[in-house]
């Protein structure tokens, strides 16, 4: 496991979204990587899941900039529905208005 864990999501499996209680992620970190892939970084987003005894293995390990990477993906994807919307009904406001006089 990893020991230089800096941010920690015990108990991931209740709270991971429309898997809820049905989880097989356990617990998310945030810390020093662990993969030899990933030692030029300073700090990895790590996935971990329970084994059949009940510890905890990493499946997963992304580093930071990635997570941040994503997260940006996420942010602009969603800026442009919310900006696509406000011009579609700004569009069907003023067909109604129009269809009205």
Same mark, same amino acid.
């Given at each position: 496991?990893?020991?230089?864990?800096?941010?920690?999501?015990?108990?991931?499996?209740?709270?991971?979204?429309?898997n809820?209680?049905?989880?097989?992620?356990?617990?998310?970190?945030?810390?020093?990587?662990?993969?030899?892939?990933?030692?030029?970084?300073?700090?990895?987003?790590?996935?971990?899941?329970?084994?059949?005894?009940?510890?905890?293995?990493?499946?997963?390990?992304?580093p930071?900039?990635?997570?941040?990477? !994503? /997260? @940006?993906? #996420?942010?602009?994807?969603? +800026?442009?529905?919310?900006?696509?919307?406000?011009?579609?009904?700004?569009? !069907? /406001? @003023?067909r #109604?208005?129009?269809s009205? +006089?």
């Amino acid at each position: 496991m990893n020991e230089k864990i800096v941010v920690s999501a015990e108990g991931y499996d209740r709270v991971d979204g429309r898997n809820a209680y049905r989880s097989h992620i356990k617990r998310i970190t945030l810390g020093a990587p662990v993969l030899e892939e990933n030692q030029s970084m300073q700090i990895a987003a790590q996935l971990w899941t329970a084994q059949e005894n009940g510890t905890l293995n990493m499946s997963a390990e992304l580093p930071i900039h990635q997570v941040f990477d !994503l /997260m @940006i993906e #996420i942010l602009v994807m969603f +800026l442009l529905l919310r900006f696509t919307l406000s011009i579609f009904k700004r569009r !069907l /406001m @003023i067909r #109604i208005r129009q269809s009205v +006089l």
